[in-house]
């Protein structure tokens, strides 16, 4: 049976675990990078993620890591308010799937350039723990039987994470909230180019939201996204629902040419330990999807890069330095079970609720940059006291469900 050494193994080739490979190849470690198919990206469809950029700006100049594009504009609607919002945070324009431009593919590549070993059609099949530190992993990899003895592991393999079982870390894990969307990429949208167009629907989006933006060179992504034990059918029946039903975006479909389709599911949920001795999980394996949202690229992207820096400064002090990871993971993503309440009182809202919502962002937005506000709400206070007195009956309406959102998680 083949035996390697590594300084680090990485187990799964998607967003994280190919940021996590890079940046620990580059720093001049010796990695292994295994894949469970045949190709990278093909566990998605092509397809066009959108995500927040904040917290990771930095580390895509320093890993010049692949975007489509970005975009800093956005247009909210509701049912019968919208809002245009020029933002200083960009929405980051994210290729997925197998195409040699996806940031899978080109992520993975740059990391097999500086120096990572990537084996495909590989799976990690036990993880043998001395204690708590993982001694040796058993792979198999096309068939044949791979003895791999890492100093650290990185578990990187998605929502279904295998490692997260074989670890043990998985009984550290609390219920959360499993999101999905149905999409289409497609050319000749009737819409600017960089801007995105949020709509929000209780009923024809339950629990979520439906997008639609022209990323670059006329190439545009569409997407419905909704809370899985909220809906009923297919996820593509809520899409077509909801464009049907919105004058704008026939318009906008009209003459437009659908060139695929995605859909799927990911899971949020509260991992309240992410480390066991040289072990960690990042990105979609340590749950760290954005429940309300759904944007778990951000979070994947930070979690890889975090790790890689704790597991670094491990190597390089010869010690044990991944307790620094859950640190830094929780100032930078901050508190899981906030965003999961978050989650509750997203879900009990209606259409007059997110008009209410929309009207109030504009009127805040009117008298100071919602940005700032967003960043320090308690040094605005008297502003968004103000905001909800427009219209108290609704206001109250809102609170109430917070409250009974509390009320329910206790
Ligand atoms: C339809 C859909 C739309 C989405 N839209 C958005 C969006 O607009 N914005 C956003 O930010 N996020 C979005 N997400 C979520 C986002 O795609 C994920 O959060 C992100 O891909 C997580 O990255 P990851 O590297 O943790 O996991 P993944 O990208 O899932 O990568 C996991 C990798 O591990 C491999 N693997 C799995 N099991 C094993 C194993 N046992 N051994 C070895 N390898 C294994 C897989 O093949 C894959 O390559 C969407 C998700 C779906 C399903």
Known sequence: MLALNCDVLVIGAGVAGSVSALKLAKSGYTVILVEKLKKVGVHSNTKVD?????????????????FLGKSQKSKWFAFSKSFLFDSRVHDFFVKRGSEKDSFDVTTAKAAVK?????????QVEKLEFNGDEIESVLVKSRGKKIVVKPKFVIGADGANSHSLSLSGLHEFEEKGVEISAFGVITKNLKLPQKMTHVFFHSELAPGGYFFIANTHKNYGVASVVVNKSRIDRHEKHYFENLVKSNKLLLEVFSGARIVNNFFGSSKSGVLTKKTRGNFLVVGDAARLLDPVFGYGVRPAILSAYLAAESIEKSLKNKDNYLHEYEQNLLEKLGDASSAHFLRKVFDRLDNSDFDHLIESAQHTHKQKHLDAVFEKPHLHRTLLFKTALRNPLKTLKISTKIITARIAML
């Open 50 to 66: 959108i995500t927040e950029s904040i917290g990771i700006e930095d580390i895509s100049r320093e890993l010049k890591l692949g």
């Open 114 to 122: 500086a120096g990572a070993k990537l084996f495909l059609d590989s």
